[in-house]
């Protein structure tokens, strides 16, 4: 299957470099995107993204022998996205790019699977954030704002995210796009303006045909949220003993990625990012969350009662289900 070149773009100023960095942080090691590393001819001391530097001349060479997929200019720089960097692709994979809108035909012509994703943001906002930069004169800044305010992006495959709030709800609507990009996102988003996204790790463990899982009002995997500082391994280790009582007795295994919403009646909404991991357990403890339950069930006994995305995980996992699998 091939996957997904998703092209960032947007005019300077609008916040891209952002957001790319905030989704990159949410979804560090969640196999089904990878985010491209950009050839650029700009010292890496200059600031911005995270890109390899390359002089001019390298840059030329490289793209004589055919290293670039797709390049373009820009303010006096060159930009490339290498081969190397889009093997992904191959795999099914997601690639997010920071792209320019000038290549955004190119970009649609060249690949098989594109979505463009349009940061936009206010005039003034831009304004400012160009200045606060430090980077330009006035007059050059203006001729930006002229830019991209004159270069609008459109087509079917447009998804717009407006730049206006704050970083926290821009990567939270960023991720939410790449999501349903991808299209492994289950359950309807809830009428809310903002759900932030929260990493968590899940455990798939069996005993012939039965499953572990942590019953409280309902049937959900072992796992939780990834706190800051924790592995995806070091959260699923912890979350199992303390919703179960089980201790891991095998190195886990990750076995794929899904996402969904979790609305809360009181309190925050969620953007759960569900990693699925297998391993071996023992029973060591008492479970120490209140009102959890660890109970082996076959999941075939309680399938109508459990979530699309625990579904999803369970066929991953090779396990027998009914026929009709639900929609994603």
């Known amino acids: 299957m091939t996957g997904s ?31 491209l590393r950009r050839d650029i001819t700009r010292p890496e001391s200059a600031g911005g993204e995270a890109h390899n530097p390359v002089s001019p001349e390298a840059f030329e060479a490289r793209l004589q022998a055919g290293e670039y997929a797709l390049h373009w200019g820009a303010h006096d720089l060159r930009y490339g ?9 191959e795999r099914g994979r ?38 606060a930069r430090a980077r330009e004169a006035d007059a050059d800044i203006e001729k930006r704002i002229a830019r991209a305010t ?7 495959d447009v998804h717009t995210i407006r730049n206006d709030g704050s ?26 303006d903002i759900v932030y996204p929260r990493p968590g790790s899940y455990l798939i463990t069996r005993r012939d045909q039965t499953v572990l899982f942590a019953l409280t009002d309902a049937y ?40 969904c919403y979790n609305a809360q ?30 109970v082996w069930v076959n999941p075939l006994d309680i399938w109508d009662q459990l979530g699309p995305e625990i579904r999803y995980g369970l066929k991953q996992a090779g396990l027998r289900v009914p026929e009709k699998m639900p929609a994603q």
Do not use: M
């Open 94 to 131: 997601s690639v997010i790019a920071n792209g320019s809108r000038s290549a955004v035909d190119t970009a649609r012509r060249l690949f098989e699977r594109v979505a463009i994703v349009s940061v936009t943001a206010d005039e003034d906002l831009l304004r400012r954030r160009l200045k």
């Open 220 to 259: 959900n995997l072992p796992g939780g949220g990834i706190e800051q500082g924790e592995t995806p391994e070091q959260a699923l280790a912890r979350e199992v003993l303390e919703e179960t009582g089980c201790r891991l007795t095998s190195a886990p295994q990750y076995l794929c990625d899904a996402s």
């Open 150 to 156: 004159a270069f609008e992006v459109t087509g079917e």
């Open 5 to 35: 070149l998703i092209f960032v773009v947007g005019p300077s100023g609008v916040g891209k470099d952002t957001l790319l960095d905030g989704a990159r942080h949410w979804l560090e090691g969640d196999s089904r995107f990878h985010f």
């Open 265 to 294: 009646q009181d309190g925050p909404s969620w953007h759960k990012l569900h990693r699925f991991f297998t391993a071996n357990v023992e029973e060591v403890a008492a479970p120490t969350e209140p009102d959890h339950e660890p």
């Open 81 to 89: 996205l290498p081969h190397s960097e889009l093997e992904g692709l």
């Open 167 to 192: 970083v926290e709800d821009g990567v939270a609507k960023f991720v939410e796009v790449l999501a349903l990009l991808d299209g492994r996102l289950f359950r309807q988003r809830p009428q809310v």
